[in-house]
C-alpha cells in the first residue's frame, strides 16, 4: 500500500454561513492566502502604486497558482491559525468545514459538555459567595 496522497478534485468554496462565522472582517485591496498566493481586488479603486494593479493582472496571467484577481475587496477567514483569503481559488477553507460538518453530533455533545461544566462551575462559585456572607454558626463549628 502507498503513503502517496491521493490526488484529489478542486475544493467547493465554502458556505456562506461557514464564511460569515468565521470571516475577519477586514478587507482590503490585496491580501496573502495560506496556499501561497495573492489575492487582489481588480474592480474597486485604490490608491495603487503606479501600474501596480497592472503589474497584478499580468502576474495572475502567467502564474494563477501564485496570484489570483477577486471582483471585490479582498477579505479573509481565519481557522486553525491559517488565514485563507474568502474566493481564493485553493479554497482551503473548505476542509475546515467539511471536518466540522463532518463532526457535528461530537462537536455538538463536546460544546454541550463544555457548557455543562461551565454552569457548574458558576452555579460553585454563587453558593461558595453566598456562604462567604453568612456569620458562621456556631453549632455547626461544634459538630465539625
Known sequence: MSNKPKKTA??????????????????????DCYCGRLCFDGVNSYDWELDELEGYREEAAKHPDKYAELPYSVDALTVDGKTFVMGCPCNGARRYEDWIRNHAEKLARFLVGIR?????????????????HFPPDPDVGAIL
Open 116 to 132: 455543562q461544566e461551565r454552569l457548574d462551575r458558576a452555579e460553585a462559585l454563587a453558593v461558595a459567595d453566598k456562604l462567604a
Open 10 to 31: 478542486p475544493l467547493e468554496r465554502p458556505s456562506g454561513t461557514f464564511e460569515e462565522a468565521f470571516r475577519d472582517g477586514v478587507g482590503g485591496c490585496a491580501m
